[in-house]
Structures are given as C-alpha cells and as structure tokens.
DNA sequence: GCGAACGCACTTGTATACTAGTATCCACGC
DNA sequence: GCGTGGATACTAGTATACAAGTGCGTTCGC
C-alpha cells in the first residue's frame, strides 16, 4: 500500500494513521467534508472511491464510510453504477440549511443569553480577539475556523452539545457559499463585529437581543447567493 | 448465503433485495431502527454484525453502512474490537433530541400556518381521520406511522424537504421513549386531539396558536421519563 | 484450593476479490 | 459520411479474507 499522502491545508486532522486504533472514517469524513467547503474538490467534481482511497493512503473501505456521511449531508451524489460527484450547489438545499440553522441556533442563543457565565463569555472573548487577529491577517482559513467554533460555543451554552453537530452539517453547505464569495475578505470585520453585537447581547442575558443580532448575521451570508450564481454558475445547479 | 429472512412487523420496507439494484443500506438502517424504536432490540443489547448479517440474509459490509448511521444517530454504541450494542436511553440524549425537534419542528409549524392552503389541509384531515380509527383499534403500530406522517407534513409544508430527516433522527429518541410507555394506549386519544388542535390552528394561519399547541403537544412525552424510568431502569444509563 | 498466565473464541476495522451495470469509443456495415 | 453494434474500461455494491485487539475460560503451577 502506498504511503498516505498527507493533505494540503485545510482544518481536517493529521492523518489517517493515528495514533489509537479507532476507526479512520470520521477522519476522512471531516477531511473531505473540508475540502468539498474549500472548493478544492469543486461541485460537480467527479469522484473515484478508487483514487481517493490510493491518494489517502487507504482502501475504499473506509473510504466508502466517509461517502456515505457526505451523502447524508448532501455534499456528494452517489450514482449507482455510474460514480460519485461532489453536489453542486442548490438553492433549494441551501435555503433548507438556512432554515435548519436559524431554527436551531437562534433558539439555542437564547437558552445561551440565560444560562451565560462569567467563565463562557470570558471563553467567548478570547475566541473573538483570535477573530481579530486573523482577520488583520486576512487568514481565511484560521478566521473559518474560529468562527465554526464562535457559533459551537452559542450551542454548547445552550446546554445541548448535540445540537452543534447537527448545525454542523447544515453549516457546511453555507460555509461552502461563502468560500466562494470572492468578496469575502472585505465581509470579515463586518462578520467580527455581528460576532461581537451577538455575544455581548448574551453577556447581557437579553435573549431577544441576542436571537436578532443573530438571525441578522446568519441572513447574510444568504444575501450573496445572486452574486455568487452569477460569478460560478457551473457551480450550480442546472434547473 | 442463506435467504433473507423477513423483519417481523415494524414499519420497515419489505425486503432487503428490493427490485431494483438501490443499495441495501438505507433499507437495513430503517429496519434496524424500527427494531430498536420498538425496543424489539432492547436498550443494552448486543448486536453482533454478522449474526445481524446472516438474519437479514445480507454479509457484513451492508450491514456496517446501517449501524454507522445508527451510531451518528447515537441509536447504537460501537465500542471497538469490543462489540455493538443498543444504546441504553441516555436521559441526556433525550434532553438534546427535544431540543431540535422543538427547535425546528415549531419553527416550521410557524411558517405552515402561513403557506397552509385547501390541499394540505385536506391531507392533514385525511392523517386525523386515520389516526382516530387506529385509535378505535387501539392500533399503535399504525398509529405510530400516522404519527410520523402528521409531524413530517408540518415540517413539509414549510417548504424545507430537508427537514423532516433531520428531525425524524431526533424523533427516534423520543419514540423510543413513548414505545416503553406502557399506558401509552390510554394517552393516544389525548394526542390525536392535540394533533387537531395544532391543525386546527395551522387552517386558521394562526403561527402563534400553532406553536404554542405544538410545543405543549411536544413535551408531553418528556413528563413521561421519570416514570418510565422507574419501570425500566435496566434501559437506562448508570450514571 | 487458589491464583496467575496462557490460549482460544469472538469482536470490529480494513483490504481485497468478485458481481453486475453503465458509458464511451472504435470498428464495421451501409 | 453516418448510424449501429460490440468490446472495453470504468463504476458502485457486495461478499469474503485478513489483521489487530479484547475478554473470558481453562489449565497449569504452587
């Protein structure tokens, strides 16, 4: 078997060959969840469980396991007898992650606005800072990262660590949009301060506050789907 | 191989070699949930995957496809080289499975009340009718798929498709709970009528009614935990 | 009799072999 | 030139073989 070939950037573990012995699927899983976000495997991109088995340096096994979640998540289409395709992008299902996310994370912020102590906001500051900092940066990568883990701590507060992975996966296919904003660096400051306006509400234990401050935050990654149909509409799909 | 043998009862589909060439993993994680739904696989259970293979008359990599979607479902624990075994009813879990269904289920019931026309109605009545005559028997099998139904139809008429599984895996935890019950029959009148209530208020495109019936309909299982608890404690966590 | 150590039976995870179906491309006939 | 038929090289789905690890039972030593 070839050696793994570790891969480029990206927020996903190490590698496939950990240290323990559990099992390499969710690794893989998350690796690929990020690429497919990234656009490093473009929508439509066809995939080869073969090929990508070879280049991750395991067998379709695992490999399969990883397909499966994504197509759960609808990140990938399986064609029986045909092949694996990353799913271009569909408003309908964009709309329908939009929806979940609203739903859940805007009624967990305001469990969150109650239950907020001086130790989860001190947690919720360090993490915005760190959002400053990458945004000075202009570090798309680390920023993506910090604000993923800014909106599990709104979840976690809530009490109901269940519900991040669940928003998670609605995420994804939000994420993948606005990597595909070109215009995303200059939104970076404005997106930092909603941040802020959201977790100071919840200092404040005002609920209301803080589920607008955050509905208005979430809507606006939804507001550049036009632009970014127009800029990559092979990326979409056709209907 | 040995011939597949059939799942007693259960909403599952009939038969792993269906007639096309589909693949059997999505048929054998619905059976495989119902079973563990019904409790006709207990809380603690061992699953042995190649016991399940050979009852189901499938090998073993169909039968892993089905037990790592029930394992994201946290239906399953899949402790490695150690065994699978039917996740006891984690009142944690149950907590956060609420929490979603509340989350999206009300918020989607809101936009329902708005976008409610004849059709949809007409087939919610339809759905009431039923359940009232499964209630006659005393069916609660069937009544427990027009259940299904009714909550999918709310979360379809918002115009999210997707939401409804999402929803359906947070369902599972809490018709697990309902199906150890044991008075259960004596409250399905009871739920059949707060179902109308909430329908009653969808037809009148009240959201806030709507809501507030759904919501209060909702937490009735989760008043039921304790008691359950005392008569099946043996399914359910230690801690 | 009791304890410890070895071994066997069984587990999940992974790799590979095999099956059945699809699309493409090229050659051949018209 | 154009249409058609078939070989071929892929695909995903499934079955099976193998690897690595755990726990329990038995047996040997004291």
Redesign the pocket.
């Known amino acids: 078997?070839a050696e793994p070939i570790p891969i480029r950037g990206g927020n996903a573990p190490d590698n496939p060959r950990r240290a323990g012995?559990a099992?390499?699927?969710p690794y893989l899983y998350a690796a690929l969840r990020d690429q497919i976000v990234r656009a490093e495997l473009a929508p439509g991109e066809r995939?080869?469980?073969?090929?990508l088995g070879e280049r991750l340096g395991?067998?379709?096994?695992?490999i399969?396991?990883a397909l499966g979640r994504l197509r759960d998540d609808r990140l990938v289409e399986?064609?029986?007898?045909?092949?694996?395709f990353v799913a271009r992008i569909s408003p309908a299902a964009v709309s329908d992650a939009q929806f979940i996310r609203e739903a859940l994370e805007c009624t967990a912020v305001r469990v969150s606005a109650e239950l907020a102590d001086v130790e989860s906001m001190a947690q919720m500051e360090e993490n915005l800072r760190a959002q400053e900092r990458a945004t000075d940066r202009i570090d798309i990568d680390a920023w993506q990262l910090l604000d993923d883990t800014f909106h599990r701590q709104i979840c976690d507060l809530s009490g109901h660590p269940a519900v991040w992975p669940v928003n998670e996966r609605a995420k994804s296919h939000l994420n993948r949009l606005r990597r595909l904003s070109l215009s995303m660096p200059d939104y970076l400051p404005t997106m930092v301060e909603a941040h802020r306006t959201v977790a100071e509400a919840v200092g404040n234990h005002d609920p209301d506050a803080a589920e607008a401050a955050l509905r208005e935050h979430l809507r606006a990654v939804l507001r550049e789907v036009p632009r970014i149909r127009e800029q990559h509409p092979d990326y979409f799909e056709e209907p």
């Open positions: 078997m012995r099992s390499a699927g995939l080869s469980e073969a090929e395991v067998s379709r096994t695992p399969r396991e399986v064609r029986p007898q045909i092949g694996t």
